[in-house]
């Protein structure tokens, strides 16, 4: 059931190890809430004891399929089901489900992709860059039947973008006219180049590809260790953020204990709005892209809640207040599961993510879009209109939103 | 774990006794650290009998632009940068100056002083300072480069963040692991002195440089850092080099670490890819426009 893949990933040439459970633990075993009585370890000074590796892999879609209506839980039966189709990757609402077999899978991502010229310059096989080894066995860790990661609004759906968001959504796109996939470096997205790889909180979120966190705790500080390439630092004592001059990519964090529960106030976060541009990167990326072409404003305030439910379990709640982006703020919850794996002492670390050093990557699309300017110019429209797809979506469901809250008032 | 890699590591070990039989003395009888205070009790991490290195420390050397003893300089481009860009002065860090270089590494360290600010398209990460590209600097240079960094310790694990590029190192304390790959930062080991803080350093790749003189290691690397605390307020920290292929015996660098007083002092992003893009990228759109 167990399995270790190392990895080096294409042209950013990214190393990292992921080490993987498929654990299926006793049916319902608690979905939601602690085990009674239970309460975690104290480090020697005090704090509760929440390090570890930790394997943030979810089963539970972001946002609340179709088919599933109102309801907030999932049957057992149901469960076992969409174990079973490895639908862990599936965008929210696509009941579009996919075999588990990785080669099987493959298969198809290869068949539906976006090819041409086979063999050519401009051959191309958008949307299946990545095979499914790269990514987790689709067999999670199944500890919630919820039905949705979004457990406010009631609906189980991400709140709509504001107008205002939209129309800047638009607007990087009228600047984008005219330009081609790579004219320059600023015409790939922030994980293409390896600035950042979805940004907070996208990045807490189960990340198939690597979907460990490491948290270590010092008196006064606790440190989560990130697989791409950082370590959050958050302060304990009670300090006051630093001021709104300074920006930064993964904001300013601040924590205190509620109980055993750890509590940590983000904010001072970069406008990364206009850094909108087609590939990855997004904070409400990850592996199910509810925002792919959205940042986040420097209005986001993000607070996240660690809670230890049993020995093997933490539950992982954040919510966003980010009124430059979304019509009203939202939470989610997942679980996250010790890693076994870590656990037997077999790995004690995360691999450095080293992204940057070796993107040949960015350097071959700026020389492909030059070396053929007629493709490069057909691939930004494509992608320009996936993007105008999924804005004119988002813009039905403010449409929506706002007549919904109209009739109620 | 070790099955696969403990031969490379093996035969370099060798190779260094044979290269270095002076230097392995000298690496032995250099364990005394130089104005360590012998009555300093540092205070302990709470609840447990080792010293707490718990804080955010800073080197105040000039060493970044060149490890071994170095004049002011009007630095590389003095018409676009005035004194901004120019080199500061200062004392080597490296025990007695010298550095012990083989003949021919000694004239591909030269070629480096010479491409340090070069950007070849073609090989991005072997050519030039990685530094100027905002690459990961590497152990010991992490250490010693003009910002702070943090280091967060636990009972059987020390996290060292610095605030350059974001680089960081998760050190397991007593339970050495051999490199399963190697790494722009290493793979680090601890073990506690006395109150010394040991880090074994190997697993590197050869990409990574001293300083801005282009003092350069291959991927035989292997540092011994020391941190040991002198007062509530400062670490000494000393690194042994080792390195057969680059280096004819192991050498030594030292040097006070500061602890950052300001009441308010954190460490703040310097993820400085963006701020290289210009840098490493610009020429391809420029030539390409000719």
């Known amino acids: 059931m167990r399995r270790r893949l190392l990895g080096i990933m294409g042209a950013a040439a990214v190393t990292m190890t992921i080490a993987l459970v498929a654990l299926v633990p006793a049916a319902g075993q608690a979905p939601d809430g602690a085990a009674k009585d239970w309460k975690p370890g104290t480090t020697p000074w005090g704090d509760p004891d929440l390090q570890g590796m930790w394997d943030t892999r979810t089963f539970t879609p972001m946002e609340r399929p179709a088919v599933f209506g109102s309801r907030e839980f999932m049957t057992e039966e149901e469960a076992a089901s969409r174990e079973r189709q490895g639908l862990t990757r599936v965008q929210s609402g696509d009941e579009d489900e996919q075999g588990n077999d990785l080669i099987e899978q493959d298969a198809r991502r290869y068949a539906t992709a976006d090819r041409k010229d086979e063999g050519q310059p401009g ?19 199944k500890v919630s039947l919820r039905t949705s990661q979004v457990i406010d609004p009631p609906d189980g759906r991400v709140p709509p973008l504001t107008r205002a968001a939209l129309e800047k959504w638009a607007e990087n796109d009228r600047v984008r006219k005219g330009r081609s996939q790579a004219d320059n470096w600023e015409d790939r997205g922030l994980s293409e180049r390896c600035i950042i790889r979805n940004g907070l909180p996208g990045e807490m979120r189960g990340d198939t590809q690597q979907p460990l966190k490491q948290i270590v705790q010092a008196p006064g500080f606790v440190a989560i260790v990130m697989p791409y390439g950082y370590v959050r630092i958050v302060p304990l004592n009670g300090s006051p953020h630093v001021g709104a001059g300074i920006r930064q990519w993964n904001g300013d964090s601040r924590g205190r204990w509620e109980g055993t529960t750890l509590v940590i106030e983000t904010t001072n976060f970069k406008n990364t709005i206009k850094n909108h541009v087609p590939g990855h990167g997004g904070p409400f990326g990850g592996s ?28 992982y709640r954040y919510t966003v207040e980010d009124p430059s982006v979304f019509v009203r703020p939202f939470t989610t919850v997942v679980y996250w599961n010790r890693d076994t794996w870590s656990e037997q002492g077999k790995q004690d670390r995360l691999f450095e993510y080293a992204c940057h050093e070796h993107n040949y990557g960015i350097v071959n699309a700026i020389r492909g879009a030059r070396t053929d300017r007629a493709a490069a110019m057909d691939e930004a429209d494509r992608e320009t209109a996936v993007r105008v797809k999924e804005r004119n979506e988002k813009l039905e469901q403010l449409k929506k939103w706002e007549a919904a809250n109209k009739s109620t008032q | 774990m070790g099955t696969w890699s403990g031969g490379r590591v093996g035969v370099i070990a060798l190779a260094a006794v044979a290269v270095a039989g002076v230097g392995v003395g000298f690496w032995l009888s250099g364990q005394p650290t130089a104005g360590q205070s012998q009555t300093f009790q540092a205070a302990r991490l709470k609840g447990t009998d080792k010293p707490d290195l718990t804080g955010i420390w800073q080197a105040l050397t000039t060493a970044n632009w060149d490890i071994q003893d170095h004049s002011a300089d009007a630095g590389p481009f003095p018409r676009l940068m005035g004194i901004w860009g120019a080199q500061h002065p200062g004392q080597g860090i490296v025990e007695g100056n010298e550095l012990p270089y083989h003949p021919e590494a000694l004239a591909k360290k030269q070629e480096n002083f010479k491409r340090r600010l070069a950007v070849d398209h073609d090989n991005l990460n072997t050519v030039g300072d990685p530094e100027a590209k905002c690459f990961l600097p590497g152990v010991p240079r992490a250490t010693y480069m003009p910002f702070p960094f943090q280091i967060l310790q636990s009972t059987d694990k020390v996290v060292i963040a610095y605030q350059f590029a974001n680089a960081s190192r998760t050190i397991p304390i007593d339970k050495a692991t051999e490199p399963p790959v190697d790494f722009w930062m290493g793979w680090s080991n601890g073990h506690w002195e006395g109150d010394t803080l040991v880090v074994d350093v190997k697993g590197f790749n050869d990409m990574t440089w001293f300083d801005r003189a282009g003092n350069y290691h291959s991927e035989a690397l292997h540092v011994v850092e020391r941190y040991t605390p002198v007062s509530a307020n400062h670490l000494n920290y000393e690194a042994t080099i080792e390195d057969p292929k680059v280096f004819t015996r192991p050498w030594k660098i030292s040097m006070p670490l500061y602890r950052r ?23 391809l759109v420029k030539q390409s426009t000719q």
């Open chain 1, 123 to 141: 051959y191309r096989i958008a949307g299946a860059e990545y095979n499914a080894f790269w990514s987790a066995d689709p067999t999670q860790p």
């Open chain 2, 261 to 283: 007083m300001e009441q308010n002092v954190q460490l703040l992003e310097f993820k400085c890819v963006d701020l290289s893009e210009e840098y490493l990228y610009g020429g």
């Open chain 1, 288 to 315: 199910d892209h509810v925002h792919y072409y959205l940042g986040t404003g420097e209005t986001l305030k993000l607070t996240e809640r660690f809670t230890p439910t049993d020995a093997g379990t933490l539950e």
